[in-house]
């Protein structure tokens, strides 16, 4: 599997994953495979041995099924589970979070063929960890819905799978480790319980998906030297992700085995007007026109004076009969709204970008031990981390992780 990597990386626990400004895209080669000879590598030192490790890369096959499995502007995959919300790495989105409104780069779907069918604004984003591992989790708002005509949304897992149960890795990231992609979407079949060692810059944030096609976990990174692949757990976090979806999606009920419609109505057999499916979930999150409007997938009915859910293309599903609002603006007694601020473009590299780790041009192990970092000038920093158990010595710029070595 391959990956194209935003701009800093982690080569972490001797991990590798994604960490960076939003908007920069470059591509960073690992120590993995068969480097060039300017690629760092780090090597383990067990007990009374010396040596290091590398570790076997397995591809993937391209496979354009699972629209709902998608790219990222950022340079990761990521997985949508409602209309118009994104599961993917925290890492890829430098760990941080936002309630603010705007353009944090894009989601693109592609139809069974690899043509882009649609690509769909990232408007906010929340993270759950910082570092990669178990918590690596990050979901994002798009500011609209994805029709179901392009992706049915993936279930959620909310239990794991049983051991020996058929799992399916998923991402755009490379084929080989240290080396690019040509950012076409691959899967890789194993059975759980199983270690695989196929994740890749820009499988970052992709799914690991369970037989009935449910998101179990997150593509993390992978470790430097035994090679292992690391996972976000979304099963362990998933109560966390519920709630976080809920709140970009009012009403959204995760539904084992696919074909999440969120807070949307099921049309009437009959052909008439929608079922009601129980109190409406916009009634719940707001009372007034100024709450009600800002929150997606509800608007203000203005005939009784209270807030309901609206379809993608802006109507009533819930029963308006007249003085449907769903522009802010457009409440009663309601000011100007300020102009939009445009997109960001990704900003020039400023001098400055090393920031605290300008010290360090070259590889240097931290203060703490638990590995190195550099940050050539003009550059971002990297970082490449010893595996759990090692260390390396503070100030060494030798590429050694010695195994129980614990910094005075």
Known sequence: MYLRCTAVALAAHGIWGCV??????????????????????????????????????????????????????????????????????????GYGSTDRPGNYGSFTVYDASGRQVGSY????????????????????????????SAAVPAPLGLAPAERGATLTIWGFGCTRRGYGTDWRKRRFYFLAGQTTYNLCPGDSGGPVTGPRGEVLRVNSGYYVGPGDDIFGDVVRHSARIVEQIRAYRPGWEPRP?????????????????????????????????????????CGFCGASGTCVSVDSSGRAVRGCASGLVRNPA???????????????????????????????????????????????????????????????????????????????
């Open 330 to 408: 457009e409440c009663p007694g309601a000011g100007p709204m300020p102009e939009p601020r445009p997109a960001p473009s990704p900003p020039s590299p400023p001098a400055d970008r090393c920031g605290i780790y300008a010290p360090w041009p070259e590889y240097t192990c931290r203060r703490a031990g638990r590995g190195f970092v550099r940050c050539r000038p003009g550059s971002t920093p990297e970082f490449l981390v010893c595996p759990e158990g090692y260390a390396c010595v503070p100030g060494s710029r030798r590429l050694l992780c010695y195994w129980g070595y614990r910094p005075s």
């Open 121 to 148: 604004p990232i408007q906010r984003y929340r993270s759950f960890g910082y570092g990669v591992g178990d918590a690596d989790i990050a979901v994002l708002q798009l500011s609209r819905d994805v029709p179901e």
């Open 257 to 297: 085995g696919g074909g999440d419609r969120g807070g949307d109505t099921v049309p009437d057999p009959g052909g008439g007007s929608p079922r009601d499916e129980g109190p409406d979930p916009c009634t719940r999150y707001a009372s007034t026109c100024a709450s009600c409007t800002p929150i997606a997938g």
């Open 20 to 93: 960076a400004d939003l908007g920069e895209v470059t591509e960073l080669r690992t120590s993995h495979g068969s480097p060039p000879d300017d690629e760092p590598t780090v090597e383990l030192i067990p007990p009374d041995e010396g040596g290091s490790a590398r570790e076997p890369v397995v591809g993937g096959t391209v496979s354009w099924e699972r629209p709902e499995i998608g790219s990222l502007s950022v340079g990761c995959t990521g997985t949508l589970v409602a209309p118009n919300v994104v599961v993917t790495a925290a890492h890829c989105m």
